[in-house]
C-alpha cells in the first residue's frame, strides 16, 4: 500500500519469555497477512493487482471480484454522505479504493488481534492510528498519539488521548506523499493537512480526506454529523482545532 505498518504491544514482566514472544509473533504474522492479501488485492502499486488491472482498463468493475465490488459501493455510500468530497474516482474517471481499504485492512486487523485474545495494542498504519485497551493493561491510561508538523516532520503539533470517546485517529494532507487528494482548494484557505479523531478508524480516514478535499463546508458537515475531533492547518500556517484538541 505504499506505507508502513507498526504494531505497538505491551509486554508484561511477569509472562515467560519464549510464551510471550510466540503470542507477539502471532499478532504480528496475523497483520501482516492481512494486510498482504488487501494489498495483493486493492494496491495501486503492484501491477499485479486486481485493482491495477482494473486501472488499466483489462478489467471491468462489473466483471471484478465480489469483495472489489463490495468495497466500491461502500465507498459510493461515503461519498454521499460526504456529498462528494470523498470519492472513489480519480479526476480521469479511474477507479481508486486506497482512500478506504487502508481503514478496512487496519480495522480487519484490530478484529483478529482480540480474536487472538490480545486486548491492548496500537496499530499505525502510515499515521492512520486504531488502538485497542492500553498501554497499561487494566488501566485507563490512554494511548498517546502524536500530530507531526507537516512543514517539519520533526515537531509534533499536538497530541491526542486514544482509547475511550475516541479509539482512532487519521491524518490526511501533502506532507507524506505529495498532493494526491483530489479537488482540494488551491488557496491560502485550503487545508494542507488534516487530523480526525473518532470511535473507529474509516470514519477518521474518510473524513480526514474529505476535509482535505471539501475544505472549510466539509469540515463544518464532519462536525455537525459525526462525534469527531478535527486539527485543521491550513496553507498559510493558521490552526483550526475542535474542543478535543484544545488541551
Known amino acids: 500500500m505504499g506505507t508502513v505498518i507498526s504494531l505497538t504491544m505491551p509486554v508484561d514482566p511477569a509472562a515467560e519469555g519464549n510464551a510471550q514472544e510466540d503470542e507477539l509473533a502471532a499478532a504480528t504474522a496475523v497483520v501482516e497477512r492481512l494486510f498482504l492479501d488487501l494489498d495483493q488485492r486493492f494496491s495501486l502499486y503492484r501491477a499485479d493487482s486486481e485493482a491495477s488491472a482494473i486501472a488499466r482498463g483489462e478489467l471491468s468493475l462489473r466483471d471484478a471480484s465480489a469483495v472489489m465490488r463490495e468495497r466500491y459501493a461502500e465507498a459510493v455510500a461515503w461519498r454521499l454522505r460526504t456529498e462528494g468530497a470523498f ?4 479526476p480521469d474517471g479511474g477507479l481508486d479504493l486506497s482512500g478506504l481499504i487502508k481503514a478496512i485492512a487496519i480495522q480487519e486487523a484490530a478484529t483478529s488481534l482480540l480474536a487472538l485474545g490480545r486486548p491492548d495494542w496500537c496499530l499505525n498504519a502510515g499515521g492512520d492510528v486504531l488502538v485497542s485497551g492500553s498501554p497499561v493493561p487494566g488501566s485507563n491510561e490512554p494511548w498517546d498519539a ?3 508538523d507537516p512543514a517539519d516532520r520533526g515537531v509534533l503539533l499536538a497530541g491526542y488521548p486514544l482509547g475511550q470517546r475516541h479509539a482512532a485517529l487519521a491524518t490526511s494532507g501533502s506532507a507524506e506523499r505529495g498532493d494526491h487528494i483530489w479537488g482540494r482548494p488551491r488557496d491560502a484557505s485550503a487545508y494542507t493537512q488534516v487530523s480526525v479523531a473518532a470511535a473507529d ?6 473524513l480526514a480526506t474529505a476535509i482535505v478535499a471539501g475544505g472549510r463546508p466539509m469540515l463544518d458537515r464532519a462536525t455537525d454529523g459525526w ?21
Not at 201 to 206: E, G, L, P
Not at 227 to 234: E, K, N, S, Y
Open 146 to 148: 502524536g500530530i507531526v
Open 87 to 90: 470519492t472513489p474516482e480519480r
Open 227 to 247: 462525534d469527531v475531533a478535527v486539527l485543521a492547518i491550513r496553507a498559510d500556517g493558521e490552526l483550526l482545532a475542535t474542543p478535543g484538541f484544545r488541551r
Open 201 to 206: 478508524i474509516t470514519t477518521a480516514d474518510v
